[in-house]
């Protein structure tokens, strides 16, 4: 009698379980027919399992068991494994006819930054990036990924590349999902966000804990994600969830004004623009929407009364520039940004007032000063 170490399964390669069963019959010497016997099952139904054109039920394989002494696991894992490469086979047959979807995506820029691994086979490159994007197919990509609810500001001169948007996207996304974050608090976002206007005036490695610890507490993740080559965005945010928000930053242009900037005004699509409707802003920067954000974040950052204040000094002054900021509690840099934004400060003026940050690793995905 066959041994069940004889049947050892193998999953490194895909067995017919119609082959393996007849070699089990020849070493028993038993026909088809005596199995079908054996079993009260029609020899048609033998037949068919032997070629493969039916598959070895759970009932089936406690039959065999009991007639040849091999256990129903190794039936049952041998067919699994069977149809299991048969799929494979059949999605990487219809994937090549579309691997050409790759094309599209900084390979490169996301396998340097960690998120994917470069491949020579472009059907395999074309699995890891189905992979990365959480996703069955192309075609599922493109209804997916090309439609997604995102309020994000980009460059009025340059246009962002589509894949590296959504790359980009995606990565937040990932690094989002592994944050524990509390439902959503509307009031308690709206504290969180006082608290974290102070954190301006302190450095990377004590502001980005804090801010994502005080944004999780009030059910928003708050996600660090470096810039990728024509990806002309400096922020974006969405509701991962009714309970959960996102706010993903790209550090685009490496200072503390267009940093926080860009954090208050995502802020305020989720304070004020509602969880379902998509928000996209124009190159002309005019949809009331993102015109709103712009007035909101301007306006939370630096109080319309301490602005006023401010413009009493013509010129402005560093040393007015200081003292505002000191009595408000916000980063200078960040009024120097304002008042050149505005055109009340030549692009050339204070600039050293700016704080400049830098990516300090990539595999980290921190800033550092």
């Known amino acids: 009698m066959a041994t069940k170490r004889d049947y050892a399964y193998k999953p490194d390669y895909a067995v017919l379980p119609g082959d393996t069963l007849r070699e ?3 070493s028993l010497s038993m026909t088809q027919r005596d199995l079908a016997s054996r ?3 029609p020899l048609k139904t ?4 032997i070629k493969g054109k039916a598959s070895i039920t759970p009932d089936t394989a406690l039959q065999l068991e009991r007639i040849l002494g091999i256990p129903a696991s190794f039936w049952l894992n041998l067919e699994r494994n069977y149809r299991e490469v048969l799929a494979r086979r059949k999605d990487e047959d219809r994937l090549r006819t579309e691997v050409a979807w790759i094309r599209q995506f900084p390979l490169r820029a996301m396998a340097k930054a960690g998120w994917i691994h470069t491949l020579k ?10 992979q990365f994007f959480g996703v069955a197919t192309p075609e599922q990509w493109r ?3 090309t439609h997604v609810g995102v309020a994000y500001r980009k460059s009025a001169v340059f246009k962002s590349d589509p894949g590296a948007v959504a790359a980009w996207l ?3 996304e990932v690094e989002a999902q592994r944050l524990q974050c509390q439902a959503y608090d509307l009031e308690r976002f709206r504290t969180a966000l006082a608290e974290v206007r102070g954190l301006t005036l302190r450095p990377p490695d004590v502001f980005q804990p804090e801010v994502t610890r005080l944004c999780a507490e009030a059910g928003v993740a708050v996600v660090f994600v470096p810039e990728l080559p024509k990806l002309c965005i400096s922020g974006a945010s969405r509701w991962l969830s009714p309970t959960k928000g996102l706010i993903q930053l790209s550090l685009r242009y490496k200072s503390d004004d267009h940093l926080w900037f860009s954090f208050f005004h995502e802020a305020a699509h989720l304070l004020l623009h509602g969880k379902r409707q998509v928000f996209i802003d124009d190159d002309t920067g005019k949809d009331g929407l993102e015109a709103e954000a712009n007035v909101f974040a301007a306006n939370f950052l ?3 009364p301490a602005f006023k204040r401010l413009l009493k000094s013509t010129p402005v002054t560093e040393a007015t520039i200081l003292r505002v900021a000191k009595e408000i509690g916000v980063a200078p840099g960040i009024i120097v940004g304002r008042l050149q934004h505005e055109s009340l400060l030549q692009f050339s003026e204070c600039n050293h ?9 990539r595999t980290r995905r921190r800033a550092a000063a």
């Open 24 to 26: 089990a019959l020849d």
């Open 39 to 41: 079993m009260g099952r």
């Open 46 to 49: 033998i037949n068919e399992i």
């Open 121 to 130: 086979s472009k059907l395999r490159q074309a699995q890891e990036l189905l």
């Open 143 to 145: 209804g997916l990924w």
């Open 170 to 172: 995606r990565k937040g």
């Open 302 to 304: 630096i109080p319309p």
């Open 353 to 361: 007032l700016k704080k400049r940050f830098e990516w300090a690793s």
